[in-house]
């Protein structure tokens, strides 16, 4: 034991939906907190020396897969990114909101993200088939650099635990859906005009249902520009749905 070290109080969600004789509860775990030490080194030391059964996801442990995503006292985050040392020595650790339970801190994200992006048929359309043995089209340095920033996304939730709309309605794309939308826009390679985007994303699962509070953006772990791309695509939307208008 380290006498300066501060011993931190760790209050876990636990619950197994497929386990009947579990109910939700929170439990507390003491650790002694060590230099650099991240929550997902925390969860790590719990599940090694005081609980095995604990479930929480971890994939790459550098920011990269999303997978250790939750919601770490009140506000989404990655486990992996988080320092220990940045947080009060209580600690209180809940499942993302918005997702179907596995277990603990454990949701299924890719369910949702999965369903999501055959909904919006998030993929390229290319306007021919394509020939493996063709030179691409060049690209201007700055579009792809655009294209590129809105392809850093995750799909780790933490924009859809943070998002009111989302957890009010079940069909909200979230800003996670949006995003992906607004960067196959910006590809010219994309064969879909904007009447196209139009019938995926505008109306109040779309677009028309962001009630404008950017806390995805607030809790976005790549700090991509939400806020700039989701009043982009607001704005398209809009100048669709006038010209779509009859004459008066």
Known sequence: MNPSARLLALHVFRHNPRDTASSPRLVIYQLEETPGMTLFI??????ETLDPGLNFDF???AGVCGSCAMLINGRPGLACRTLTAELPNQINLFPLPGFELIADLS???GKWMRGMSERLQAWLH???EADVDAVEARMEPELAESIYELDRCIE?????AGCGSAQMR???VG????IKLARFRLDPRDARNAADFFDLIGDDSGVFGCMSLLACQDVCPKQLPLQ??????RRSMARQALNGLPPA
């Open 42 to 47: 925390a969860l790590s030391r719990i599940r």
């Open 59 to 61: 994939v790459c442990r």
């Open 107 to 109: 949701v299924n994200t």
């Open 126 to 128: 290319l306007r021919e």
């Open 156 to 160: 780790c939730g933490c924009c859809i």
């Open 170 to 172: 079940t069909d909200f």
């Open 175 to 178: 800003a996670v859906g949006m």
């Open 228 to 233: 700039s791309q989701i009043a982009y695509l």
